[in-house]
T-cell receptor, first 111, second 112 residues
Framework: AQSVTQPDIHITVSEGASLELRCNYSYGATPYLFWYVQSPGQGLQLLLKYFSGDTLVQGIKGFEAEFKRSQSSFNLRKPSVHWSDAAEYFC?????????FGTGTRLKVLA | KAGVTQTPRYLIKTRGQQVTLSCSPISGHRSVSWYQQTPGQGLQFLFEYFSETQRNKGNFPGRFSGRQFSNSRSEMNVSTLELGDSALYLCASSPTGSNEQYFGPGTRLTVT
């Protein structure tokens, strides 16, 4: 069965530092993969998506993610974190007419 | 285009009551999905509708039901509310033929 795993529940970084959030997927074929961000009390906003092609995907707000089939990973990165990036981040894959979400990584940014 | 809208945004109900939540998708989107988000279980898929037909359903009891209207607006209903139904209920819409989902702000349901 398809699944995604986010190994880190909480991550704390200093403002200006680089960020990498991990996501591992389980699926036989090439999956559709997504990263979403959720601010407190809000819905989910799509950061970026991977369907096929170039394995380095650029998204909004300066985020990028790299699809690595050999590692079954789709990690989210940002070179310099801003205080406004503090939120919860979800990795997801597309199943049959539904999304399967990871458990989320809560990002805290220190001033 | 206006985004996905959900009403009401906040709701407080008592155990045993029923509740109906509404979702208006982005104009032109015919697929609507519903998810329940809780701190313990995370984001769980409830059901998906396309052109008034339910195409997929998650692992929830029959107390959870939904429907979609001809204008693609969708409602979900929870009957005989339990304390554990307290959650953020998120609706998402998708354009036809796309796997991208666009989420609304959610309805925060509190059951007391």
């Amino acid at each position: 069965a398809q699944s995604v795993t986010q190994p880190d529940i909480h991550i704390t970084v200093s403002e200006g530092a680089s960020l990498e959030l991990r996501c591992n997927y389980s699926y036989g074929a090439t999956p559709y993969l997504f990263w979403y961000v959720q601010s407190p009390g809000q819905g989910l906003q799509l950061l970026l998506k991977y369907f096929s092609g170039d394995t380095l995907v650029q998204g909004i707000k300066g985020f990028e993610a790299e699809f690595k089939r050999s590692q079954s990973s789709f990690n989210l990165r940002k070179p310099s974190v801003h205080w406004s990036d503090a939120a919860e981040y979800f990795c997801a894959t597309s199943g049959t007419y539904k999304y399967i979400f990871g458990t989320g990584t809560r990002l805290k940014v220190l001033a | 285009k206006a985004g996905v809208t959900q009403t009401p945004r906040y709701l407080i109900k008592t155990r045993g009551q029923q509740v109906t939540l509404s979702c208006s998708p982005i104009s032109g989107h015919r697929s609507v999905s519903w998810y329940q988000q809780t701190p313990g279980q995370g984001l769980q898929f409830l059901f998906e509708y396309f052109s008034e037909t339910q195409r997929n359903k998650g692992n929830f009891p029959g107390r959870f039901s939904g429907r979609q209207f001809s204008n693609s607006r969708s409602e979900m209903n929870v009957s005989t509310l339990e304390l554990g139904d307290s959650a953020l209920y998120l609706c998402a819409s998708s354009p036809t033929g796309s796997n991208e989902q666009y989420f609304g702000p959610g309805t925060r349901l509190t059951v007391t």
